[in-house]
């Protein structure tokens, strides 16, 4: 997962996530069912997170909900 300009990369380790399942990734100090980093990532309203799946492809994206 990469936030916008890909400047943060987060790689998971192996997951798999069913339809309609998600995960909360947390920076910053917020809470979520993983840790990122303790720097805030998302950090403007601009900021879009895009997922890849394992060969790279784009499988979902979402901007930040201010």
Known sequence: MTDRGANNTYTF???TLLP???VA???GGAIGDVTW???NVWNNDS???HLYDGSGRLVSQRGVET
Do not use: M, P, V
Request: glycine share 0%; hydrophobic share 25%; no cysteine.
């Open 37 to 39: 980093k303790q720097e």
């Open 25 to 27: 990734i947390a920076s």
């Open 20 to 22: 309609e399942e998600s």
């Open 13 to 15: 380790t192996a997951t």
């Open 47 to 49: 900021d879009t997170a």
